[in-house]
């Protein structure tokens, strides 16, 4: 029986075949990786990825479309978390750190491979970053306008809050420090950048 007949097998293979696009990008790019590569990652013929995923590209969309998602849930999450803009920024800066951390490997594709994207799914993914931006610049706002944070250059301390997390992706790699340990250190570096001590 061909595996589309069965809802439950062909979610299971859409979704090896989109672990093993991520083991490929990393490897070797997005550019440099074909569909035959992503097939062959997941022990599969070629012909599976297209029956199974639209494009390249579309598997591409996929991984980037959850990663900013995932990042935006754990902001949101942060800033619910307390009404105390420092608090926020503790919890905001240990799940953005600690998720770069987890997921490194899709995260360096989700922050690299950017470009790749065609115009329509660019556009989505710029939208999700700028909630993210607006996440980050606002509660370093709330902080200042509360007397919790001192820094005469709140947006430079937002690129760098975000600079933090994301190039975890581009250095981590396994075995190395554990999550919680590089969320400790992040959670330190953040406090100062936005002169939280100094308050």
């Known amino acids: ?3 589309t007949r069965d809802p439950r097998r062909a979610e299971v293979t859409k979704a090896r075949l989109l672990e093993a ?5 990393a490897a070797r790019g997005y550019h440099g990786t074909t569909t035959r590569d992503i097939a062959s990652t997941a022990g599969m ?9 639209s494009s390249k590209e579309e598997l591409l969309y996929q991984i980037s479309r959850s990663g900013h998602e995932d990042v935006l849930a754990l902001l949101r999450a942060a800033v619910d978390s ?5 608090e926020q ?11 770069h951390v987890r997921a490194h490997t899709s995260a360096r594709i989700v922050n690299y491979e950017l470009a790749a994207l065609s115009e329509p799914h660019l556009a989505e993914m710029l939208r999700i970053r700028h909630e993210i931006d607006v996440l980050f610049s606002d509660l370093v706002e709330r902080g200042i306008a509360s007397g919790a944070f001192v820094t005469p250059h ?3 301390a937002v690129v760098a809050l975000q600079s933090l997390g994301i190039d975890i992706a581009r250095w981590y790699r ?3 420090w554990d999550a919680s340990e590089i969320a400790d250190g992040y959670v330190e570096i953040a406090l100062r950048i936005v002169g939280a001590s100094a308050a």
């Open 89 to 99: 920024l503790r919890v905001a800066v240990r799940n953005f750190a600690e998720h």
């Open 45 to 53: 013929s070629p012909a599976a990825v297209y029956v199974h995923h």
């Open 21 to 25: 696009a991520v083991e490929a990008f």
């Open 82 to 86: 307390s009404e105390d803009p420092v």
């Open 154 to 156: 709140p947006r430079m």
């Open 1 to 3: 029986m061909p595996e």
């Open 174 to 176: 396994e075995p190395g």
